[in-house]
């Protein structure tokens, strides 16, 4: 064995990139090839199925069963047209992964022979036995009936010959037993209840957007040095052994020259990922050795959920293609940094407004920091939630080390922003809010331009902080679904808004003008939170009782917005 892995290295540092075929296209043109889009949607549908098909996409309009017939023949038929040969409703259960069971379009003809059918009732409904997966103690053992369901949100891709149709799978008593049917309930929740609020300020919008961009970490390593890792085999990370002598320390992987083994695989992904659908975008070199990182362009939230579960699929299937291995676990080495994925959210208006980033008005303003403040509300009271919908046993060993945020949920919002939380506490109800924009720095260099500066750092460590047009959900691991996290944030502020809405109409009744009631409920919150920190349970610091901290401390303890245990 000592011998074997001296014989395994010497092989790796032969082994030459594998050869990637370019497309003859440009990206733009072979985008979402293998995706029935609204492009294929067009050109394959009729006029009015196609009208009330967007409809339920764009508006969550219901989806006339009547139709479903017409929608999969112009499914089947683009498909067909690309090879495939089979379907399936792709789910995904309470495993991390995705599901799916793979039906061939053929069906007797009554001759003797077979035909090719693909029914609208295939695609909307199927039942898979619903009896082998999680379900939280909800089910007996012998319950197996289960429906996975079409969600016409999410567009139907093709993998190799078959046809993927996103669904949600449901128990026979109608439980949930996915990710996806919660998080479109939450988003469902969190949209309704921002349209409420954004009238406040904007009567004309109709429809508010959660969107999200994950950031994927991951690690490569050489398949022969996999191999001859059992631990690695077994667990996905190394359970003994000494450290390496080079990890980290002169931070020169961070942004480093991308090996060329390394850069065909991400060439390979990406080309494959374009093909389906997915936007990818950002690709280098993380802090770790032979760890490596994938961002795509933000997306609605429940279209990047999906595009998460996929890629990672992917990424597994092109590494072994290139003789590598992939580890999406969060802490697969001691002493160097472990694998997260960040999701950046934000919510978005129908009139085009990003409600996380500051306008160029005082009222733009005020509206700006009423969804600030009662997103760090929702996580103020609902960090518990929050901290289960990231905790693993994998992410565990990630969380509180190697620049990876700390498994206390708080938010870091900038030196501007607490400035500004801390004039609303003190000020009047008539103060209306006022934002400096970027601000131009002169380098002492001739050629290079003048930079526009933010107007705060970025935390790098805090597990939810603002960076500017949107909160940064950094505690997520990396072999994480994405759902999890999203169900919990947007259901907790969903509720928040609500909430606020009670309290501002509540002041508006009582003949309050309509800023000033905002206002108050506003400052309400922030004092409340100062509050809670300074009655906060006292902590034990060398086996001694410490007292709660003092007025100052509790005021900077609020912005943090995150509770003492």
């Known amino acids: 064995m000592s011998k074997l892995r001296f014989r395994v290295v010497e092989t790796a540092f032969k082994k030459k990139a594998a050869t990637v075929e370019t497309p003859a296209e440009r990206p733009s043109e072979y985008f979402a090839k293998y995706v029935f889009n609204r492009e294929k949607m067009f050109k394959y549908l009729p006029g009015a199925v196609y009208a009330k098909l967007t409809d339920a996409m764009d508006n969550g309009a219901p989806l ?28 995904q259960p309470l495993t991390e992964g995705t599901a799916e069971k793979h039906d061939a379009f053929v069906e007797h ?53 078959t046809l993927c149709i996103p669904t949600v799978f449901i128990a026979y008593t109608g439980e949930s037993l ?105 690709r280098h070199n993380e802090v770790a050795p032979n760890q490596f990182e994938l961002a795509p362009i933000f997306e609605e939230c429940n279209l990047a959920v999906d595009h998460n579960m996929l890629i990672m699929s992917l990424m597994r299937k092109v ?36 409600l996380m980033a500051p306008g160029k008005t005082a009222e733009d303003n005020l509206r ?46 900038g030196k501007q922003l607490t400035q500004v939380l801390d004039h609303i506490e003190e000020s009047g109800n008539d103060d209306l809010v006022s934002l400096a924009g970027k601000q131009g720095m002169k380098l002492d260099i001739p050629q290079i331009p003048e930079l526009l500066i933010d107007n705060t750092d970025r935390n790098r460590t805090s597990p939810f902080a603002f960076t500017g047009n949107r909160f940064e959900f950094r505690a997520v691991g990396s072999e994480a ?14 509720e928040q808004l609500a909430r606020f809405k009670q309290d501002v109409d509540a002041l508006i009744e009582k003949g309050e003008p309509k800023i000033s009631a905002i206002i108050e409920i506003i400052r309400r919150y922030i004092k409340s ?21 003092g007025a100052w401390t509790a005021k900077r303890a609020a912005r943090s917005f995150s509770t003492t245990t």
């Open 64 to 91: 006339e069963r009547a139709i479903a017939d017409e929608v999969a023949a112009g499914m089947k038929r683009w498909a067909t047209e690309l090879g495939v040969t089979h379907y399936t409703h792709w789910f």
């Open 109 to 161: 003809d009554g001759k003797g022979g077979m035909m090719e059918e693909f029914s609208g009732k295939l695609l909307v409904q199927q039942e898979p036995d619903a009896s082998s997966f999680p379900n939280g103690g909800i089910r007996n053992t012998f319950e197996a009936r289960g429906y996975s369901a079409w969600d016409p949100s999410s567009p139907v891709f093709v993998v190799d010959d």
């Open 178 to 282: 996915d990710y996806k049917t919660p998080l479109l309930k939450a988003l469902s929740a969190v949209g309704k209840a921002a349209v409420d609020v954004c009238r406040y300020f904007n009567p004309e919008v109709k429809k508010v957007v959660a969107y999200l961009g994950w950031e994927q970490e991951y690690f490569l390593v050489d398949e022969g040095l996999y191999a001859a890792r059992p631990d690695l085999l077994l667990t996905g990370r190394t359970l003994m052994g000494h450290e390496a002598s080079k990890n980290q320390q002169l931070e020169d992987h961070y942004f480093g020259a991308i090996p060329t083994r390394v850069a065909a695989f991400m060439k390979d992904l990406e080309i494959q990922a374009l093909e389906l659908g997915i936007p990818v975008k950002t």
């Open 319 to 354: 590494a072994r293609s290139h003789g590598f291995r992939l580890l999406l676990h969060e802490k697969p080495f001691k002493g160097v940094n472990g694998s997260g994925k960040h999701n950046n959210w934000s919510l978005g208006t129908d009139t085009g407004v990003l």
């Open 368 to 413: 700006f920091i009423t969804f600030i403040v009662n997103t760090l509300m929702a996580v103020y009271h609902h960090n518990g939630l929050l901290k289960a919908s990231i905790m693993s046993a994998t992410n565990a060993h990630r969380l509180g080390a190697n620049e990876a945020p700390p498994a206390i949920i708080s938010s870091f919002l």
């Open 481 to 494: 679904n994405c759902a999890s996290a999203m169900i919990a944030l947007n259901a907790a502020v969903a």
């Open 529 to 549: 939170a100062s509050l809670s920190a300074l009655t906060a349970t006292a902590t034990r610091t060398n086996g001694r009782r410490r007292p709660p901290a």
